[in-house]
């Protein structure tokens, strides 16, 4: 079972930028697609970005511009860049493979704290 363990995250100034890091051990990190979710405060988890297994990437609305997801091979680990920061952006961050289906749906990390003040 794939095990995650995000990082990066903290209280930045609107406009500003952070570099998050997903550490990925287990099975999984070169076979499937990988995602960032977040999950702001009272709403659902929504996901915000997609890398594919051939390297093409999707990024909803609001973040396109904005954000770069990638991987470090080396590393075993998922980035998401972060740019142009807005108050919107706040939210626990995850990452998990996607779609988060079946051991994916159990593997969740604990998230990192971004928080983003006008």
């Known amino acids: 079972q794939v095990q995650l363990v995000e990082s990066g995250g903290g209280l930045v100034q609107a406009g500003g930028s952070l570099r998050l890091s997903c550490a990925v051990s287990g099975s999984g990190f070169s076979r499937n697609a990988m995602g960032w979710y977040r999950q702001a405060p009272g709403k659902q988890r929504e996901l915000v970005a997609v890398l594919t297994t051939g390297g093409s990437t999707d990024y909803v609305d609001a973040v396109k511009g904005r954000f770069t997801i990638s991987k470090d091979y080396a590393k075993n680990t998922v980035l998401l860049q972060m740019n142009s920061l807005k108050p919107e952006d706040t939210g626990v961050y995850y990452c998990?493979?996607?779609?988060?289906?079946?051991?994916?749906?159990?593997?969740w990390g604990q998230g990192t704290q971004v928080t983003v003040s006008l």
């Open positions: 998990n493979q996607f779609p988060a289906v079946g051991s994916a749906a159990r593997s």
